[in-house]
């Protein structure tokens, strides 16, 4: 790669530092070559195409750690080719991909074919996730070295619930000697028929309840491993007052533990179900107004680390039947940046707070260095963005397969103008 790239008088938001100024910077050979903390640096360079940003943000692509992408298994939901042209139109340049497909990812070749798929059909970054049990039964560990060697960046059972501890406490203990991420997603036997979160309101509809409990109970439950194994933990979506409390008072002990959380439960309540919408049935449900709005006002904090779009697709004959019986998901990956950005807008959380828990900290909690900040020598995977632009979403103009989308006829605001991967320009709007 010889042709330079240089953006100017840019909004540049450098999450790591949690500061915005207006610059511009240089990349050469794919890599952050120079910052400037000058808007139009008088700076002369061969064979370099000049990017006019007009003042609009220029930040590190979004890395999105908990991702259905449906290869190996279920192509007719998605593809690896299908979520990388959803991704660049949305600012995402990494994810990290669910082990839930068919077959489940707990071997080497699956991780290899997941790696090799993406590098042919992908121009974004696919970190694959393998599993943490063999079949996700949760009764034998996968072989965690291997698994890393092909290139797992961690390790979850997704949804599925592990009531043996001794296996939990062994698989904790065994990823500890790797350095390696378990990813886990807090449910229990308790939650085994709910499909809403348990309340007034699930009882009116007469649907079976999540209780709050289940959550906190898993979450503690693992965390006491956690701090006997001393393993790397990362809690995907907490969706509680009392899990984020859970969550603050094992940060406190230890520094291996983060957490995350889905835009859903920070944009939607379990009122937005209404009359049995199937498209609002998601994991972990829609909690009240009381959890959204405490967690709301917490995010400015450093006890959530990250925010993902939780995207799950699912084919319209899989929602459109009862509430019982419809699978649980949404698609979220087009509108992760949008709807993120209306906590900046509404107040809740500066624009460079809310980009590091979008880029730095997801990329920080992988292990991927060479990602998610603004920095000379790292990737340039960038991604120039007017975080102004109001427009309204129609689910029909989705890139994703899948349509579920729990935003349908949402005013957004922010709209990305440019996606870059590698010093490559793989998405512009821009004429």
């Given at each position: 790669m010889n042709k330079s790239t240089l953006f100017k008088n840019a909004l540049l938001i450098d999450p790591k530092n949690e500061k915005e100024f207006v610059g511009?910077?240089?990349?050469?050979?794919?890599?952050?070559?120079?910052?400037?903390?000058?808007?139009?640096?008088?700076?002369?360079?061969?064979?370099?195409?000049?990017?006019?940003?007009?003042n609009n943000a220029l930040s590190p692509g979004l890395v999105d750690m908990w991702v259905f992408v449906g290869e190996p298994g279920y192509e007719h939901i998605e593809t690896i080719e299908d979520i990388s042209n959803a991704a660049k139109a949305s600012g995402v340049t990494s994810i990290t991909c669910r082990p839930d497909t068919n077959p489940i990812v707990d071997e080497p070749e699956l991780v290899e074919y997941i790696k090799r798929k993406s590098i042919d059909k992908s121009e974004i970054n696919i970190y694959p996730i393998a599993a943490l049990t063999k079949k996700h039964c949760g009764e034998t560990m996968t072989e965690m070295g291997s698994l890393i060697e092909a290139g797992a960046v961690g390790f979850s059972d997704v949804y599925n619930f592990n009531n043996n501890t001794n296996v939990i406490k062994n698989a904790f203990t065994y990823a500890s000697n790797y350095d390696a991420l378990?990813?886990?997603?807090?449910n229990s036997d308790l939650d085994k028929y709910g499909v809403v979160n348990e309340s007034e309101l699930s009882m009116r509809l007469g649907l079976p309840g999540v209780p709050k409990i289940s959550e906190a109970i898993s979450l503690e439950r693992e965390l006491m491993i956690t701090k006997y194994a001393t393993n790397r933990y990362h809690s995907i979506c907490i969706s509680t007052k009392e899990s984020?409390?859970?969550?603050?008072?094992?940060?406190?002990?230890?520094?291996?533990?983060?957490?995350?959380?889905?835009?859903?439960?920070?944009?939607?309540?379990?009122n937005d179900i209404g009359t049995y919408r199937t498209f609002f049935k998601v994991r972990p449900p829609l909690r009240s107004e009381a959890d959204r709005s405490f967690l709301l006002e917490n995010i400015s904090n450093d006890i959530v680390d990250i925010i993902t779009s939780n995207h799950d697709p699912q084919g319209t004959e899989s929602k459109r039947l009862p509430f019982e019986e419809a699978e649980y998901g949404a698609v979220g990956i087009e509108t992760l940046l949008s709807a993120s950005l209306s906590l900046y807008h509404e107040g809740h959380i500066s624009l460079s707070k809310l980009i590091k828990k979008l880029t730095y900290n997801p990329a920080k909690i992988l292990n991927l260095d060479n990602i998610g900040s603004l920095e000379v020598g790292k990737k340039a995977d960038l991604i120039l963005f007017d975080k102004d632009t109001p427009w309204v979403l129609d689910a029909d103009k989705l890139r994703t397969k899948c349509k579920n989308t729990t935003f349908e006829n949402q005013k957004m605001q922010g709209k990305v103008l440019l996606t870059m991967v590698g010093g490559n320009i793989i998405y512009s709007t821009i004429n």
């Open positions: 511009a910077i240089l990349i050469k050979d794919g890599i952050i070559c120079e910052i400037f903390n000058t808007p139009d640096p008088n700076y002369s360079i061969s064979n370099c195409d000049i990017i006019d940003c007009k378990i990813l886990q997603h807090s984020y409390e859970i969550i603050e008072r094992y940060k406190d002990q230890l520094s291996s533990v983060t957490c995350g959380i889905s835009i859903n439960n920070l944009k939607l309540n379990e």
